[in-house]
């Protein structure tokens, strides 16, 4: 009889403990609706109120131009062929200098990390790099390797793989000191400890850095393309500033903010993928 009770009552509990779980669950999942409602809802009543603004005149469309005549823009620069011309001239300077930069900074971080008295002799220079306008380089960059992609892609490597390398090699070394010690102590050496348990530790951080990185590719290339192009989307952003024709000038900056967009989420996604293959 004791046993049957027992029985009901963890039966009782575990029925209690899935109703509330459901209802966590379900207030997660309203919570989320609530805040991309509210996320979609401002930019609709955003753009809303700019073409109701523009459609009146009460804002100078030549200057601020309009979301229809932005539309228009990128409708015309598609049928021309230009729109995903430019599109693709720009995400693969972006991407290059992004992957290069990933790799190469990550690279250089594991090497300082494994040399101490290699990281405090490049330290100060690290620092001064970091702190430098990379802008104020262009003009030497376009003389040393040229007036064409190449430039704008080294443009894109320098913002970037300073703050890869500062990053990366400040999560290697906040990496659990125990943990090393009781590795060193089971006589593993450093690769084994680099390969079993620094890059494994550090991955939310690498995934946090790419975050980062994405943003600073775009940047660059950006940059780079205002220096010396001829075609990418920071060559229309010029081109129309220099004619005036803002409405090109939006529809550019428009279609940046969407590519990189994508790219932020698409990172998001591994960030999730990883947290949950940790969990």
């Excluded at 690279?107 to 100060?124: C, G, N």
């Excluded at 428009?254 to 969990?279: D, G, H, P």
Aim: hydrophobic residues 50%.
């Amino acid at each position: 009889m004791e046993g049957v009770i027992l029985k009901n009552k963890v039966k009782q509990k575990k029925l209690d403990y899935s109703q509330e779980h459901k209802k966590f669950l379900a207030r997660h999942k309203h919570k989320k609706i609530f805040i991309l409602s509210c996320q979609i809802g401002i930019l609709v009543i955003f753009l809303g109120l700019w073409e109701i603004l523009a459609h009146f005149n009460l804002i100078n469309t030549l200057i601020l131009s309009s979301p229809s005549r932005i539309l228009t823009t990128i409708g015309a620069l598609y049928e021309s062929g230009e729109l995903f011309y430019h599109i693709g001239i720009t995400l693969f300077e972006t991407l290059l200098g992004f992957i290069i930069s990933t790799v190469v900074g990550c690279l250089i971080a594991i090497l300082l990390w494994w040399s101490d008295t290699l990281r405090k002799i490049l330290d100060p220079y690290i620092v001064v790099l970091n702190s430098l306008p990379k802008i104020a380089l262009g003009p030497v960059i376009i003389i040393w390797v040229g007036a064409g992609m190449q430039s704008i892609v080294v443009i894109c490597i320098l913002i970037t793989i300073i703050i890869t390398i500062i990053s990366m090699l400040n999560a290697f070394r906040e990496c659990d000191k125990d943990k090393i010690l009781l590795m060193q102590s089971m006589g593993a050496n450093k690769f084994q400890i680099l390969t079993k348990l620094i890059l494994p530790a550090t991955l939310p951080e690498f995934v946090s850095v790419l975050k980062i990185s994405i943003g600073m590719s775009w940047v660059g290339s950006i940059i780079g393309e205002y220096l010396v192009s001829s075609a990418g989307l920071g060559y229309l952003i010029v081109y129309g500033s220099q004619v005036f024709r803002l409405d090109l000038v939006m529809a550019s900056t428009l279609i940046l903010c969407i590519l990189a967009s994508i790219m932020y989420l698409l990172v998001a996604l591994l960030e999730k993928y990883v947290n949950k293959k940790r969990s």
